[in-house]
């Protein structure tokens, strides 16, 4: 591998230098020492002093901050700047701060080996230069600091070769317990020294992430626009002048770097740009920051001009997860082809550039069989692995591109050059080692074979702070000499000439590390997505506006997937369960309206069933009346019927059933809405219906009794309306005495006078009994005939006829 590789070129006239320099500190101090101290004590063993060497030259902290030039050429003057702490409990007195230059490093794994040593060591680490500048500090008391600083020539320094070197700043002096110098705090770092460009420069391409989290839901205002609801406003803080994104946006566009973008992260800050709301409790409020938005859309679309852009699927989902635990539910691979099938058009649409969508890149380039099969099964042809996952046994740095022996091809980038900056590279020491370490490592490896051009790729951390894309700046610009290295591209570094001695199978599963597998999306997650997405599935096919509903929801479960997850557990959990319950809501909306038990009288009738439509679109639908008996009950003559529905925004429709009884009882009825492809759609409600069916002899006996009453009535009207006639009458005998003489005969203006005179009248028939003079008997009295009203009983009152 790289990392056993010498340095071509290496002259001897630096190592033994060092050389010289380590063999008299070795045998100096040691009798310096030995002279200093009583005869009686013994000489510390070689692996011992070096331990308490190592133990008590961290009392001091040094802390190395700038280094400037980072990559000196012959003429320049290098400057160091920093501060000495004193972390021990006594005062350090009589302190020299010293800079000491080492030996030419040989191999990418001395210079890894280096950078990870924290003590002095005095039989490895280089004595002071001599003729260089010292910084005096009499007295340094426990927790007090002082700053140094040191400008040397470049020709002062001993670089006589091209090549890497070790640079360090110690701080020797006095304590109350030991009056001798010693070396009390030490720091490295490395010079890059490279004055002349070098025959063949390493073409070095270095991805620049512009990922984030998922902050959109999939709740929607119900306007027209569909405005889009966010979880919180926490992007805004991102994009902000100074945030972290605005930061990316603003260092990457003079960088020579091929921008890797998630399709969400530019569909949410667009969405933000064209006016959004927040969730603030169970409200949705105004969202603020729709200019921050314009202004770094428009400042990302002018920066990526000229660059090569790559396109992750839509909300970068977990490969690994997926391979791993959510291969085996069913649909889940359907998410990534979806999410890769919209990354395209999103970045289209929105930066105006036509990206490359083919390249699949799983968390920190870890690959085994299942991560790269489930990667290219959405339609990537080119996996973005790592080093420390596709190991090569070489003794240089190869060409990162290689083919996979299933047909994809593996950019593999270098794991020492992609880890560079992970650490907090907030402090300025750290920042100032990580980029001198960057570029030592980049110049070792174009000197590993200056005879033959490679192609390496830089692929950092996937969502880079602040501190860490600054760092990330600094070193690109330290390359931009050009004197052993040139920028490429990722499209370009896909299709560079494979070494063909560099590995080319694929991981196996067991070497996957644990502490990736450890972090990833459990199993239930995409049980969850598959529970949402089935429900979505029931729902689109009854709406007849499907595009307000879909994309929302397709988006968000491609986000329940996003590999920003990682780490979070407990978030990731509660955005499924939010997707998942708000989907539920809707689907409620639509539903059947519970209704009482009824009473079914006859032998027809129609029952009603109520269908509820709270959505604000149409919707259709099939809705089965099922009856519990059909011997009882029946609809149209079979035991269940169906009606279509079709129910408009907002409202409620009451479907009618045509229900024939036979048999009196009570008969359980079952309401069931459906899809037109025959799913059930929600839950079917159950009502009851009793039967109390009326034969025709029943009614026969009904009606016989009806007419009963009727005559019965008609009678008693009759009686007591004859009885009313008679009693008038004597009252009216009663007040006017009768006169006992012979009736004369009535006069015919008499009779017309009479009420009904003008009706016509039969001719009364003679009397067949002979006329007789004789005087009528006193017995014989006036016939108690009147005539009988016309008019209309009173109230209750009784009429005889």
């Known amino acids: 591998m790289a990392e056993a590789a010498d340095i071509q070129g290496t002259g001897p006239s630096p190592a033994r230098r060092w050389l010289r320099r380590t063999i008299t500190v070795a045998f100096g101090a040691p009798l310096l020492a030995g002279l200093l101290q009583a005869p009686a004590t013994a000489a510390p063993a070689p692996a011992a002093a070096a331990a308490e060497d190592a133990a008590v030259s961290k009392t001091v902290d040094v802390s190395l901050d700038t280094l400037a030039p980072s990559a000196p050429v012959e003429g320049d003057t290098v400057t160091l700047t920093g501060t000495v702490t004193n972390r021990g409990k006594k005062a350090v007195t009589d302190a020299t701060v010293d800079l000491r230059v080492g030996p030419q490093m040989t191999s990418r794994s001395e210079i890894e080996q280096v950078a990870g040593r924290t003590g002095y060591r005095p039989y490895s680490d280089p004595a002071p230069l001599d003729d260089a500048p010292e910084v005096k500090i009499p007295r340094l008391n426990p927790g007090l600091s002082a700053d140094f600083s040191f400008s ?145 859309l428009d400042s990302l679309e002018k920066a990526v001009q000229g660059h090569k852009v790559v396109a992750l699927p839509f909300a970068d989902p977990d490969l690994a997860s997926l391979a791993h635990r959510g291969k085996d539910v069913p649909g889940s691979l359907g998410h990534l082809q979806s999410a890769t099938a919209l990354a395209g058009t999103t970045v289209e649409t929105i930066l105006h550039v036509q990206p490359a969508t083919d390249f ?26 790592r080093s420390d996952s596709v190991r090569d046994d070489l003794p240089y740095t190869p060409t990162a591109a290689r083919p996979f022996s299933n047909g994809t091809t593996a950019v593999v980038s270098d794991a020492l050059l992609s880890t560079a900056f992970d650490g ?236 024939s009884a036979n048999v009196n009882g009570q008969v359980p009825m079952t309401a069931q809405l459906y899809t037109e492809d025959g799913t059930p759609y929600g839950q079917p409600m159950t009502f009851t219906v009793k039967v109390s069916e009326i034969t025709a002899t029943v009614m026969l006996v009904i009606a016989g009794g009806v007419l009963l009453l009727v005559l019965a009535g008609v009678r008693m009207y009759s009686q007591r309306k004859r009885v009313a006639a008679r009693n008038a009458e004597a009252e009216a005998k009663a007040d006017t005495a009768p006169e006992e003489t012979e009736p004369q005969p009535e006069s015919r203006a008499a009779r017309e006078a009479e009420p009904g005179a003008d009706t016509p009248r039969e001719p009364e028939a003679a009397s067949e009994e002979p006329e007789t003079d004789e005087p009528e008997q006193p017995s014989d009295l006036t016939p108690d005939t009147g005539p009988e009203s016309g008019d209309p009983s009173g109230t209750g009152e009784k009429v005889d006829r």
């Open 360 to 385: 699949a890149w799983p968390v920190d380039g870890a690959v085994d069989p299942s991560i790269v099969a489930v990667a290219t099964s959405a339609g990537a042809d080119k996996v973005i692995a």
């Open 152 to 296: 040397v020539p470049v020709s002062d320094l001993g670089f006589d070769e091209a090549g890497v070197y070790q640079l360090g700043v110690s701080l020797s002096g006095q304590t109350s317990d030991h009056r001798y110098d010693r070396v009390l705090g030490i720091e490295r770092t490395f010079v890059p020294y490279q004055p002349e460009a070098t025959e063949k420069r390493t073409q070095l391409t270095y991805l620049w992430p512009l990922i984030s989290s998922a902050h959109v839901s999939a709740e929607t205002a119900t306007d027209d626009q569909q405005t889009p609801v966010f979880e919180d406003d926490a992007l805004a803080a991102e994009l902000k002048p100074g945030g972290r994104l605005d930061e990316l946006v603003s260092l990457g566009k003079d960088l020579p770097v091929t921008w890797v973008v998630d399709p969400d992260l530019l569909a949410s800050v667009d969405a933000m740009a064209n006016g959004y709301r927040v969730k603030d409790g169970t409200l949705h409020v105004p969202g603020k920051h729709q200019a921050l938005a314009e202004r770094w």
């Open 424 to 659: 907090d590279m907030v402090r300025t020491e750290n920042s100032t080692l990580a980029v001198q370490e960057f570029l030592a490592q980049s110049l070792a490896i174009t000197l590993e074979q200056p005879e033959d051009q490679r192609s390496v790729v830089v692929a950092p951390q996937r969502v880079p702070t602040v501190a860490q894309a600054q760092t990330m700046a600094t070193a690109l610009r330290g390359l931009s000499a050009k004197r052993w290295s040139q920028p490429s591209d990722l499209l370009a570094a896909a299709a560079a000439k494979p070494d063909p001695d560099a590995s080319t199978a694929v991981p196996a599963g067991s070497r996957y590390p644990k502490k990736l597998r450890d972090r990833e999306l459990p199993v239930q997650a995409f049980r969850d997505m598959k529970t949402t997405r089935d429900e979505l599935d029931d729902f689109k096919v009854i709406l007849t506006a499907q595009y307000r509903v879909v994309p929302p929801f397709t988006n968000a479960i491609n986000r329940e997937m996003s590999t920003s997850w990682r780490g979070q557990a407990r978030a990731a959990a509660l955005y499924r369960i939010n997707v998942l319950e708000y989907l539920q809501t809707l689907t409620e909306g639509v539903q059947l309206v519970d209704k009482s038990d009824l009473t079914l009288s006859g032998r027809s009738a129609t029952i009603p069933v109520t269908v509820q439509n709270k959505l604000l679109q149409d919707v259709h639908l099939v809705l089965r009346l099922t009856s519990g008996s059909k011997n009882r009950l029946n609809l149209s003559g079979e035991r269940y019927k169906e009606l279509p529905v079709k129910i408009s925004g907002g409202h409620s429709q009451s479907v009618k059933f045509s229900a």
